[in-house]
């Protein structure tokens, strides 16, 4: 190889092209470095360092408010503030007195009668009502069991609670759930001493059977009372169809219309049969006697006379406009009366009905038509159920964590967003 003079170099050593080399790889380095520094300190880059420091402040302290801090409380309060809770379980069921009929419903599914259904799910509510709250507060020692000082702050019922504070504050301690098929009510409440959550048990489930007493008891009076509205009704309409009917019968003169009616019947058939044989021994007499003599004369009479009667008769049965100080038409006389009997007959048969329906609601009155059977009674607890403390602190940071997460996406959003 030659040089730009022309002339052939002399030979480098090997020492003096490792100093050659060295010296331009610290030169490239030094305009490297030159270069990232100006791009640091540009206008650019100082909002680029300044956007990924606020960034990363935002997360840890989204992590500090939804995570470290919540996690932190929980722990502190559950771990060492929280108060214990006994909790105190009875099972019962509601049932109806009256024998089991032949329901297929409830033959193949085992699910109670809806009355029965019904009378179960007004017992489990009046459990978390105002009316249940009042009843302890008076009779077991309601406010003394849940504002009691071995309660912490944050679990105790406060003394200036308002009542419906203090019954939604019940409705957070005391459950009661139906279990289906059968219809048993397992009743849950919780308490700060063992002894209270029994003692209070124990109130609901009396309370819970007067209250179903006062049910039969209400049902039994309505149904009685009812029955025997419904026979002092029937009594009254008895007493004026009979006294209607006593009246038509003294102003009619007649006691039995269809018995009257039979008699005249009778006696106009008589009377025809007598006016047949009269005049048959008229004509066989005519040919042989003059009908001037005495005896036909005796026979036209009579003939005459059956006539007359036949006519009476039939105008007392049938015809109307009859005349004065005679007696009244008898059909007439009959109709009106046979509406009386019959009103009279339906009054009787009325009253028959209710007095049998009265005997028959007080003789049902004297049984209950529903039950409260208690199969499990409350105990005391050996050991609290509530708080579970290591399961409480583990939910309130699981919820931390989720939360930060969210909160950490939003931030990603709306920092690549501007």
Known sequence: MRSETGMTPARISPRERSERIARSLS???????????????SPAGRKARRHKLISRLILIGGFIGFV??????????????????YEAEARFTVRSGA?????????????PSIQIVQDTQVVTSFIGSRAMVEHLQQAAGFNEAYMTKDADFFARL????????????WRHMVSSKIQLPG???????RAFRSEDAVRLANAVLDASESLVNDMNERARLDSIRNATSDLQFAASRLAKARAALEIARNREGILDADAERAKADALLTALRQRLIDLQQQYKSTVGTVSETAPQMRTLKANIEVTQKQIVEVQAGLTRAGAEPGKSPILSASMTRLAMLELENQVAEQHYATAATALEGVRSASLTKQIYLTTYVRPTLADDSAYPRRGLSILVVFLAGAGLWAVFCGISVAIRGYF
Do not use: C, H, K, N
Not at 100 to 110: K, Q, R, V
Not at 159 to 168: A, L, M
Not at 183 to 189: H, K, Q
């Open 27 to 41: 030169e490239a380095a030094r305009r490297l470095r030159f270069s990232g520094s100006r791009a640091v300190y």
């Open 99 to 111: 024998m089991a009929g032949l329901d297929a419903l409830t033959s193949l599914t085992g699910i």
């Open 68 to 85: 470290a801090l919540p996690g932190i409380v929980a722990t502190v309060y559950f771990g060492f503030l929280a108060s214990r809770q």
């Open 183 to 189: 219809g048993t009510v397992i009743l849950s409440l």
């Open 158 to 169: 406060a003394r200036d609670d308002t009542i419906e504070e203090i019954v939604r504050y």
